[in-house]
């Protein structure tokens, strides 16, 4: 598996809509994304869903742009 070049953590890969790579932390956590909105309760569903490496890697300063 690929590697962080600041962190040296373990990274996966994948395109976003806009055919750019981002990088995310390879374990998804679970999360839950709320599904329809009813007028006495909201219905919510567990995900899976992988954090961005960027928000978690201790060495991001270094990527930034600009």
Request: charged share 25%.
């Given at each position: 598996?690929?590697?962080?070049?600041?962190?040296?953590?373990e990274?996966?890969?994948?395109?976003?809509p806009a055919?750019?790579?981002m990088?995310?932390?390879?374990?998804?956590?679970k999360?839950?994304?709320?599904?329809?909105?009813l007028?006495?309760?909201d219905?919510?569903?567990?995900?899976?869903?992988?954090?961005p490496?960027?928000?978690?890697?201790?060495?991001?300063?270094q990527f930034?742009k600009?």
């Open positions: 598996m690929p590697t962080c070049k600041g962190c040296g953590q990274i996966k890969w994948v395109k976003t055919g750019k790579n990088p995310l932390d390879p374990k998804p956590v999360m839950v994304e709320i599904v329809s909105r007028s006495d309760a219905v919510g569903i567990v995900v899976d869903v992988y954090m490496h960027w928000a978690t890697c201790s060495k991001a300063e930034k600009g």
